[in-house]
C-alpha cells in the first residue's frame, strides 16, 4: 500500500516518461493519437485497450490532473472540465433523469442557483432547497424523486460550515447520492469522501490553479459515477484544455505550501476584523466565534482563505469601502496569490432575487474577501485604510 504524504504526491504524481527522460512533465498539445494498427484502432475504440484517443475523452495531461485530485480526495476516479460550472452541469446532467428531485443546501454560489432555478426545469429536474442550520428538517424534504443531496461547505460567499458527516448518515439512509462542492477548502484542507460523498467538485480556477490564470472544474469519487459521467461529457464535449491540465497539475505541486499561508493571512485578517469599530459581524470557520467552529475544526485543516463581514452603515457604506480600497482586487475570482474583495449582492450572486439572496445569508453589505499571499500588514492596512 502506497502511504506517501499529501505533499509527497502532489509532487510525484506524474505521466510515464517519454524516450527522452524529461523530469518535468511535458505538454501533450494534440487532438488526437495515433494507432499501431487496424487491430489497435478496433480494440481501443471497442474499450479492450484504456488508452488515449482523443483529447475531448481524455490527454496525458488531463489524466495526470485527475490522477493527482484522486489522490488527494482519496476518490477512484474523475473527469476534469473546462470549468467549475461545466463540472456541476455536466455531473448533475449525467446522473439525473427527469422528474429526479435535487435536495440541495440554500446556500450555494449563484450560478449553481441559476442551473437549478433556470435550467435543470427545462428537463424537469426539480429542486429544493433545506437550512443548513437545521439539518434535522432534511429527511423531512426527502420525496420519491429525491436522488441527490447537493452541498457546500464552506459555502459560498458567507462561509457557512455544514457537517459533512451528517449529511453523509442521512444520504446512506435514504440511498441517495451525497454531492459536494470542495471549491473553498481545496483537498489540502477537507476530503468530503471520507465523510460520505460519492463525488466532490472543485472548480480548478480558484485555490488549485492559485493565480488566476486558467479556468478548470473537476468531479471526482466513485468509478461507477464517473464512468456514467464520463460517458455524458465525452460525447457532450466540456472536457478541460491539454494546456490548462497542464497548468494546474504544476500549481498542485505548491497547493498545500500556499494554502497553509492563504489560511494564516485570513485567520489574522478574520481575528483584526472582528474587533474593528466599522465591522457588524465577521464569519470565519477557524474563528471561535463562528457558529459551527467545532465542526469546521472536525472536517478541516485549517480555515481556508475566505473571509465573510459586514460593514456597518449599510449599503452606501459599502460602496465608499470598496471605492476606499487600494492594494485589494475588486474582482468576482477567490483563491489568488493577489487578495480580491467582492459584494456578492451585486456581482455573483446578483441574478438571485432578494429573497432568494436572504435564504442564502446574503445581505447588501456583505463582503466577501479572499485573502492572498501578500504580507498581512499590508492586507490589514488596505482593509482598514477603507473601513476609516
Known amino acids: 500500500m502506497n502511504n506517501r504524504k499529501f505533499e509527497t504526491e502532489a509532487i510525484r504524481t506524474q505521466t510515464e516518461r517519454t524516450q527522452f527522460l524529461e523530469h518535468s512533465s511535458p505538454l501533450y498539445l494534440t487532438s488526437s493519437f495515433v494507432f499501431e494498427d487496424a487491430e489497435d484502432m478496433r480494440a481501443s475504440f471497442a474499450e479492450e485497450k484504456h488508452r488515449n ?37 455536466s455531473t448533475l446532467a449525467a446522473l439525473l433523469n427527469s422528474g429526479d428531485h435535487i435536495l440541495s443546501a ?27 442550520d437545521d439539518l434535522d428538517r432534511i429527511e423531512s424534504q426527502i420525496t420519491s424523486e429525491t436522488k441527490l443531496i447537493y452541498a457546500e461547505s464552506p459555502t459560498n460567499p458567507g462561509v457557512d460550515i455544514l457537517d459533512l458527516e451528517e449529511l453523509g448518515r442521512i444520504a446512506k439512509k435514504h440511498n441517495l447520492l451525497l454531492v459536494i ?16 460523498a460519492d463525488l466532490v467538485i472543485h472548480s480548478g480556477t480558484k485555490l488549485m490553479d492559485g493565480q488566476g490564470r486558467v479556468l478548470a472544474g473537476i468531479t471526482v469519487g466513485r468509478a461507477d459515477l464517473i464512468d456514467t459521467i464520463y460517458r455524458f461529457s465525452r460525447i457532450t464535449g466540456p472536457a478541460l484544455s491539454p494546456f490548462n ?5 504544476k500549481s498542485l505541486e505548491t497547493l498545500a505550501i500556499r494554502v497553509d499561508r492563504h489560511c494564516a493571512n485570513a ?25 459551527k467552529f467545532e465542526i469546521a475544526k472536525k472536517q478541516m485543516k485549517a480555515g481556508g482563505c475566505v473571509i465573510a463581514f459586514e460593514v456597518k452603515g449599510g449599503l452606501e457604506a459599502g460602496q465608499k469601502f ?3 480600497i487600494k492594494l485589494l482586487s475588486l474582482s468576482a475570482n ?42 498581512i500588514e499590508d492586507i490589514i492596512s488596505d482593509i482598514d485604510q477603507a473601513l476609516q
Not at 245 to 249: E, I, M, P, T, Y
Not at 270 to 287: C, I, S
Open 53 to 89: 484517443i482523443y483529447s475531448r475523452y481524455s490527454n496525458p495531461n488531463s489524466n495526470e490532473f485527475v490522477d493527482k485530485v484522486c489522490k488527494m480526495e482519496g476518490a477512484e476516479a474523475g473527469f476534469a472540465f473546462a470549468s467549475g460550472m461545466a463540472a456541476v452541469f
Open 334 to 375: 477567490l483563491g489568488d496569490s493577489r487578495s480580491i474583495i467582492t459584494h456578492p449582492a451585486s456581482t455573483t450572486h446578483s441574478k438571485l432575487t432578494k429573497e432568494e439572496r436572504f435564504v442564502s445569508g446574503i445581505s447588501d453589505g456583505l463582503v466577501r474577501v479572499s485573502v492572498g499571499l501578500e504580507h
Open 106 to 132: 440554500g446556500n450555494i454560489f449563484g450560478s449553481t442557483h441559476s442551473l437549478f432555478n433556470n435550467f435543470l426545469p427545462k428537463w424537469k429536474i426539480s429542486h429544493s432547497y433545506f437550512p443548513i
Open 267 to 291: 485567520l489574522e485578517l478574520a481575528q483584526f476584523l472582528e474587533g474593528h469599530a466599522q465591522v457588524n459581524w465577521v464569519k470565519y470557520p477557524f474563528l471561535k466565534s463562528h457558529p
Open 245 to 249: 491540465a497542464w497548468v494546474l497539475s
Open 322 to 324: 470598496f471605492n476606499s
Open 181 to 196: 462542492d470542495n471549491c473553498f477548502a481545496s483537498p489540502y484542507l477537507q476530503q468530503p469522501i471520507r465523510f460520505g
